[in-house]
T-cell receptor, first 111, second 119 residues
């Protein structure tokens, strides 16, 4: 099935560093979502974006809906140990029921 | 916030047996439910979409006779893995969407997942 192109696939950073990851698509989406998944659990919604150009924050997390509607990025500032996990982007097209997921970005933090 | 539960959280079964996984929306009515499968270190792959009272729509390559989905009420969907084999071992995650809440806000919530191990 269709997947979004998410990068990087993995990141190894020091605690306190900022993190940036992004997703691109060949098709236009009306909704961009960012989820975090901890081991053995389901994804938890972090940020939802609904308009092209929209910039939304959730604590130390900031995400933007690309102006072309084909990309989105997620930034995490001042990373802490509990930020460790896998981050997924997901998009939904106009009138679509299904979400299309990215491959995920695995974040590892060295204390 | 909206909560989706799954039961069981983990199940081990013998090859050839059937396993039923339940997905419930606890505080909202789910007009649409989705079933995903996730293999280790991979993303979520959609298996099927079900609307309450209708037959599920399966993704290409997913056997509808092997993965039976029932969405008989607005708060419950079940996935039955029939004649399970070791290659069916995976992490199964359901998701429920509340289209009525709407308001332009994201209303699709994920369950905690069910780990299936077929011996």
């Amino acid at each position: 099935g269709q997947q979004l192109n998410q990068s990087p696939q993995s990141m190894f950073i020091q605690e306190g560093e900022d993190v940036s990851m992004n997703c691109t698509s060949s098709s236009i989406f009306n909704t961009w979502l960012w989820y975090k998944q901890d081991p053995g659990e389901g994804p938890v919604l972090l940020i939802a974006l609904y308009k092209a150009g929209e910039l939304t924050s959730n604590g130390r997390l900031t995400a933007q809906f690309g102006i072309t509607r084909k990309d989105s990025f997620l930034n995490i500032s001042a990373s802490i140990p509990s930020d460790v996990g896998i981050y997924f982007c997901a998009g939904r097209g106009q009138g679509a029921q299904k979400l299309v997921f990215g491959q995920g970005t695995r974040l590892t933090i060295n204390p | 916030g909206a909560v989706v539960s799954q039961h069981p959280s983990r199940v081990i079964c013998k090859s050839g047996t059937s396993v039923k996984i339940e997905c419930r929306s606890l505080d909202f009515q789910a007009t649409t439910m989705f079933w995903y499968r996730q293999f280790p270190k991979q993303s979520l792959m959609l298996m099927a979409t079900s609307n309450e009272g209708s037959k599920a729509t399966y993704e290409q390559g997913v056997e509808k006779d092997k993965f039976l989905i029932n969405h008989a009420s607005l708060t419950l969907s079940t996935l039955t893995v029939t004649s399970a084999h070791p290659e069916d071992s995976s992490f199964y995650i359901c998701s429920a969407r509340d289209l009525i809440a709407g308001g332009g806000k994201e209303t699709q919530y994920f369950g905690p997942g069910t780990r299936l191990l077929v011996l």
